[in-house]
C-alpha cells in the first residue's frame, strides 16, 4: 500500500491524513468500518488464498527448522472461526460507543468560565506484528473507530495475505470521507527502522510479537511504547480448590489455543494438593498429550500413582530453573508446587510476565488475596487464562494487550486508544485574563464548582 513513498513520507502522510479526519463526523466513521467489512466479504476468496500461499512458505520454514510451529499456527486465517471473528469484530467495534468527545471531568471556575476535560485521539499508531494477518482488519477497525491513523507492519510470513487484506480495507476508505492513506500497511524491515526515529509524526507504536522483537523495539526508540513481551500465565491451584473446576481451568487454560500469549505456561500446586487433586489434573493434561515439566515434590506425586498414564515416561520430566521463564507456547506445561498462598503470590510476581494469572479456589478469602496480590494485567477466579482477550471482554476487537502500568493495561481496546485533551470556554462578554485572579484586593476568586456533563458544546 505504501507503495515507493519513504518511510517519512508514509508517517507525514498518516500525520496528514489523522488531522484532517478530526472533523469527519463520526458517521463516516461508521460507515468506514461497514465498508470494509462488505469489501473483505467481497475479496474473502482472493485473501484466503493469499493465505494458503503465506502457508505453504511457511511449512517450509517449520520443516528446515527455521520458523516454530506456533507462528505457523498464529499465521492460518481459515482456523476454525478465524475469518468469521475477524468480520464480526469489525461489526462489533461499529457497533460500541464512539470513546472520543466523551466529557470526564466539567468545571465551572468562574462565572461563565468553563473546562472540560474530553476524550480524544491518540494520533498516528504504528502497528509492528508477526504472522497473525488477522491483526490488519482489528487494527484497522480500531483505529478508524476511535479517530487514530495507523501504519502497519506484519511479519514477513503474512505478506500476502497482509497486503490483501489491506488493499481492501484501502478500497472500502475509497468510499468514504475518510482518507484512504488513513491506513497504511509498510512491507520492509528497514522501513520498520527508519519510522522508529520518527517522533515527530508517530505518537504509539504498538508491537505484537515474540519477546524479541518486542525488546528490540522498546530498545530503539523515543516514541512510547505500549504492548507486552512475553505471556508467562499461571494457574494457581489452592488448597481449597474445586477437583473438577480445578481440571476443566488448568486443562482449558493450556490446551485451548496453546500458542496463544494467554495461554497457561506455568501451574502452580498448594502442596497439600499434591495426592488428591493434582493427580486428576495430571492425567486430564496428560490425555490432552501436554508434556509436564515437574519439581520435585509433583514429580513424585506422579511417580506413585497406580495404575501410572500411559505417557508418564514420555510427557513427564524434571523442570530445570528455565522451565519457569520459557513462553513454551505449545503443549508444554511447567509445574511448582508451594507451601502457601503467599508464597504462590511472591512466586508469581517474581516469575511472571504480569500479563494474566488464575487462581482455582472456594476459599473466598483466598481468592481476593490473590486478585489483589498478584501484580498482573488481569487475575481470575475459577476462570481460564484464555478469557484475557479484548473480543472476550467485549471491546470489539482488541490492538493488543499491554501489561505496562501507564494509559492503559491489558487487552486494549478502544478506550485504550484514546488520551484526553483540555477544553476551555469563556461567555464573559470580555472574556477571562488571568490577571483578573488572585489573593489581593479587588481580586476574584476561583470558583471550582463541578457540575455534570457527557458531551462539550462547541
Given at each position: 500500500?505504501?507503495?515507493?513513498?519513504?518511510?517519512?513520507?508514509?508517517?507525514?502522510?498518516?500525520?496528514?491524513?489523522?488531522?484532517?479526519?478530526?472533523?469527519?463526523?463520526?458517521?463516516?466513521?461508521?460507515?468506514?468500518?461497514?465498508?470494509?467489512?462488505?469489501?473483505?466479504?467481497?475479496?474473502?476468496?482472493?485473501?484466503?488464498?493469499?493465505?494458503?500461499?503465506?502457508?505453504?512458505?511457511?511449512?517450509?520454514?517449520?520443516?528446515?527448522?527455521?520458523?516454530?510451529?506456533?507462528?505457523?499456527?498464529?499465521?492460518?486465517?481459515?482456523?476454525?472461526?478465524?475469518?468469521?471473528?475477524?468480520?464480526?469484530?469489525?461489526?462489533?467495534?461499529?457497533?460500541?460507543?464512539?470513546?472520543?468527545?466523551?466529557?470526564?471531568?466539567?468545571?465551572?471556575?468562574?462565572?461563565?468560565?468553563?473546562?472540560?476535560?474530553?476524550?480524544?485521539?491518540?494520533?498516528?499508531?504504528?502497528?509492528?506484528?508477526?504472522?497473525?494477518?488477522?491483526?490488519?482488519?482489528?487494527?484497522?477497525?480500531?483505529?478508524?473507530?476511535?479517530?487514530?491513523?495507523?501504519?502497519?507492519?506484519?511479519?514477513?510470513?503474512?505478506?500476502?495475505?497482509?497486503?490483501?487484506?489491506?488493499?481492501?480495507?484501502?478500497?472500502?476508505?475509497?468510499?468514504?470521507?475518510?482518507?484512504?492513506?488513513?491506513?497504511?500497511?509498510?512491507?520492509?524491515?528497514?522501513?520498520?527502522?527508519?519510522?522508529?526515529?520518527?517522533?515527530?509524526?508517530?505518537?504509539?507504536?504498538?508491537?505484537?510479537?515474540?519477546?524479541?522483537?518486542?525488546?528490540?523495539?522498546?530498545?530503539?526508540?523515543?516514541?512510547?511504547?505500549?504492548?507486552?513481551?512475553?505471556?508467562?500465565?499461571?494457574?494457581?491451584?489452592?488448597?481449597?480448590?474445586?477437583?473438577?473446576?480445578?481440571?476443566?481451568?488448568?486443562?482449558?487454560?493450556?490446551?485451548?489455543?496453546?500458542?496463544?500469549?494467554?495461554a497457561a505456561e506455568t501451574?502452580?500446586?498448594?502442596?497439600?494438593?499434591?495426592?488428591?487433586?493434582?493427580?486428576?489434573?495430571?492425567?486430564?493434561?496428560?490425555?490432552?498429550?501436554?508434556?509436564?515439566?515437574?519439581?520435585?515434590?509433583?514429580?513424585?506425586?506422579?511417580?506413585?500413582?497406580?495404575?501410572?498414564?500411559?505417557?508418564?515416561?514420555?510427557?513427564?520430566?524434571?523442570?530445570?530453573?528455565?522451565?519457569?521463564?520459557?513462553?513454551?507456547?505449545?503443549?508444554?506445561?511447567?509445574?511448582?508446587?508451594?507451601?502457601?498462598?503467599?508464597?504462590?503470590?511472591r512466586w508469581i510476581n517474581?516469575?511472571?510476565?504480569?500479563?494474566?494469572?488464575?487462581?482455582?479456589?472456594?476459599?473466598?478469602?483466598?481468592?481476593?488475596?490473590?486478585?489483589?496480590?498478584?501484580?498482573?494485567?488481569?487475575?481470575?477466579?475459577?476462570?481460564?487464562?484464555?478469557?484475557?482477550?479484548?473480543?472476550?471482554?467485549?471491546?470489539?476487537?482488541?490492538?493488543?494487550?499491554?501489561?505496562?502500568?501507564?494509559?492503559?493495561?491489558?487487552?486494549?481496546?478502544?478506550?485504550?486508544?484514546?488520551?484526553?485533551?483540555?477544553?476551555?470556554?469563556?461567555?464573559?462578554?470580555?472574556?477571562?485574563?488571568v490577571g483578573e485572579f488572585?489573593?489581593?484586593?479587588?481580586?476574584?476568586?476561583?470558583?471550582?464548582?463541578?457540575?455534570?456533563?457527557?458531551?462539550?458544546?462547541?
Amino acid at each position: 500500500m505504501a507503495g515507493a513513498l519513504t518511510a517519512e513520507n508514509i508517517a507525514k502522510t498518516a500525520k496528514t491524513a489523522f488531522e484532517a479526519s478530526q472533523l469527519i463526523p463520526t458517521s463516516e466513521r461508521l460507515k468506514a468500518l461497514q465498508e470494509i467489512r462488505k469489501e473483505l466479504e467481497v475479496a474473502k476468496d482472493s485473501i484466503l488464498a493469499a493465505n494458503r500461499v503465506d502457508l505453504e512458505a511457511a511449512q517450509k520454514e517449520v520443516d528446515a527448522g527455521r520458523m516454530s510451529s506456533a507462528l505457523l499456527k498464529r499465521l492460518d486465517l481459515t482456523k476454525g472461526d478465524k475469518w468469521d471473528s475477524m468480520l464480526q469484530g469489525v461489526t462489533d467495534v461499529a457497533e460500541l460507543p464512539d470513546p472520543t468527545g466523551v466529557v470526564t471531568y466539567a468545571n465551572e471556575l468562574d462565572d461563565g468560565l468553563e473546562l472540560y476535560r474530553v476524550s480524544c485521539p491518540i494520533g498516528v499508531l504504528l502497528v509492528i506484528f508477526e504472522a497473525r494477518p488477522e491483526v490488519v482488519v482489528n487494527i484497522a477497525a480500531l483505529a478508524i473507530k476511535s479517530g487514530n491513523a495507523a501504519i502497519l507492519k506484519g511479519g514477513k510470513e503474512s505478506n500476502e495475505t497482509a497486503k490483501l487484506l489491506s488493499q481492501a480495507i484501502q478500497t472500502a476508505l475509497s468510499r468514504t470521507a475518510v482518507p484512504s492513506t488513513y491506513i497504511q500497511a509498510i512491507q520492509t524491515r528497514a522501513e520498520v527502522s527508519s519510522l522508529l526515529q520518527l517522533d515527530q509524526y508517530i505518537d504509539l507504536v504498538i508491537p505484537r510479537g515474540s519477546n524479541s522483537l518486542v525488546r528490540s523495539i522498546q530498545n530503539n526508540t523515543r516514541i512510547p511504547v505500549m504492548g507486552h513481551a512475553d505471556g508467562l500465565c499461571s494457574v494457581y491451584i489452592d488448597s481449597s480448590a474445586d477437583p473438577k473446576k480445578a481440571v476443566r481451568v488448568a486443562v482449558d487454560s493450556k490446551i485451548d489455543y496453546p500458542a496463544a500469549c494467554n495461554a497457561a505456561e506455568t501451574l502452580i500446586l498448594h502442596e497439600t494438593v499434591l495426592n488428591t487433586i493434582w493427580p486428576e489434573v495430571a492425567r486430564a493434561l496428560l490425555a490432552a498429550d501436554v508434556k509436564l515439566l515437574c519439581d520435585e515434590p509433583s514429580l513424585a506425586a506422579l511417580r506413585a500413582l497406580s495404575p501410572s498414564p500411559a505417557n508418564l515416561a514420555s510427557h513427564v520430566q524434571p523442570s530445570t530453573t528455565e522451565s519457569y521463564t520459557t513462553e513454551h507456547l505449545g503443549l508444554t506445561l511447567s509445574v511448582k508446587t508451594l507451601p502457601s498462598l503467599s508464597d504462590a503470590i511472591r512466586w508469581i510476581n517474581a516469575h511472571s510476565s504480569h500479563h494474566t494469572d488464575a487462581i482455582v479456589a472456594e476459599d473466598e478469602r483466598a481468592a481476593a488475596t490473590f486478585c489483589r496480590g498478584v501484580d498482573s494485567a488481569g487475575t481470575f477466579v475459577n476462570a481460564s487464562t484464555r478469557f484475557a482477550d479484548g473480543f472476550r471482554y467485549g471491546f470489539g476487537t482488541e490492538v493488543g494487550i499491554s501489561t505496562g502500568r501507564i494509559h492503559a493495561r491489558g487487552p486494549v481496546g478502544l478506550e485504550g486508544l484514546v488520551t484526553y485533551k483540555y477544553m476551555m470556554r469563556s461567555k464573559g462578554e470580555q472574556g477571562h485574563i488571568v490577571g483578573e485572579f488572585g489573593a489581593g484586593e479587588g481580586k476574584k476568586k476561583y470558583k471550582h464548582r463541578q457540575f455534570a456533563a457527557t458531551t462539550v458544546l462547541f
